[in-house]
């Protein structure tokens, strides 16, 4: 069995980063260690909450894995609660990359034109720093704007995002992903770019609800996919299957904007997808 690592923040509720990765790459076969980033008590998107910054623990952590000889098929990383952490996490990839493994990030910071609460106009530059690292990011189209400096339109044409894409290849990445593109009312996807020019897109149904969390879900059922030898498209086109299910389950739940789409009863249909993917990857 693959064993992968993520670093990202523990929220303690609200469906996002471990929480969503530890259950959904677990359920997909593959084994899912964690190095916390941070401790939060919810996502910051609540008005109220707490973070402590576990910033000192992963130098430590990285140490006895070392001295373990533990080793990782993948390192994925998620939401870095500091720019210090950013710098860590390039550390910790120069360390763990063994020549084989994938490198995945997500620079989940920011979305619809906004940075998250908690970072300042810094951030980003240190987060393309992390991205330039990778094997593959999978920015949405705030976060390729804020790590390219390129202006955030809500209205755009395949050139805008070809550019786009370029731009964040640039930054030193081997494949960018861009999620949440929409090209046509009612219709929304995925679109990728990787440095032999070969590009690859998806769509499916836009639903009219925004969850928090979808970004954190979609990144760890394309990781998950990948790990199980799937083709990147198969596996970025499962994973828009996979959060349009899970936003479809939730349409009717209560405060789900903030606790996020309840995959949970979804982890069935996902093991179903992820086997007749593999039948036809
Ligand atoms: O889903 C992204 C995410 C992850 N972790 C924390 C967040 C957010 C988005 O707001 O606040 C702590």
């Not at 390192?75 to 870095?80: A, I, K």
């Not at 009312?185 to 990787?194: E, H």
């Not at 086109?237 to 009717?252: G, K, N, P, W």
């Amino acid at each position: 069995m693959k064993r992968i690592v993520t670093l990202q923040d523990i929220s303690c509720v609200g469906r996002c980063s471990i929480t969503v990765a530890l259950p959904v790459i677990s359920a997909m076969g593959v084994e899912c260690g964690i190095l916390p980033t941070a401790v939060l008590s919810t996502h910051t998107m609540f008005k109220t909450f707490t973070c402590k910054d576990l910033s000192d623990q992963i130098g430590p952590i990285a140490d006895a894995w070392k001295q373990e000889n533990i080793t990782f098929d993948a390192v994925y990383t998620g939401y870095l609660a500091s720019a210090e952490q950013c710098s860590q996490v390039c550390s910790f990839f120069d360390r763990f990359y063994d020549g084989n493994n994938l490198i995945l990030v997500d620079p989940a910071m920011a979305d619809n034109g906004s940075l998250y609460p908690a970072f300042d106009e810094s951030f980003p530059t240190e987060m393309a720093k992390v991205c330039a690292k990778a094997d593959i990011i999978l920015p949405n189209i705030t976060e390729a704007c804020l790590l390219t400096g390129t202006p955030y339109k809500t209205s755009y044409d395949e050139s805008y995002i070809h550019e786009l894409l370029k731009k964040l290849l640039a930054l030193g990445c081997y494949t960018a992903a861009l999620t949440g593109v929409s090209y046509e009312k009612g219709r929304l996807g995925v679109v990728s770019l990787d440095r032999n020019g070969d590009t690859f897109s998806y769509f499916t149904r836009h639903c009219p609800q925004s969850y928090h969390g979808t970004g954190d879900l979609y990144s760890s059922t394309v990781l998950g996919g990948l790990m199980r030898g799937l083709s990147l498209g198969n596996a970025l086109s499962l994973a828009a299957d996979f959060v349009v299910a899970c936003i479809e389950a939730t349409a009717s739940a209560e405060n789900a904007r903030w606790y996020a789409v309840e995959f949970e009863s979804q982890i069935p249909l996902l093991c179903e997808m992820l086997d007749q993917r593999l039948k036809n990857n």
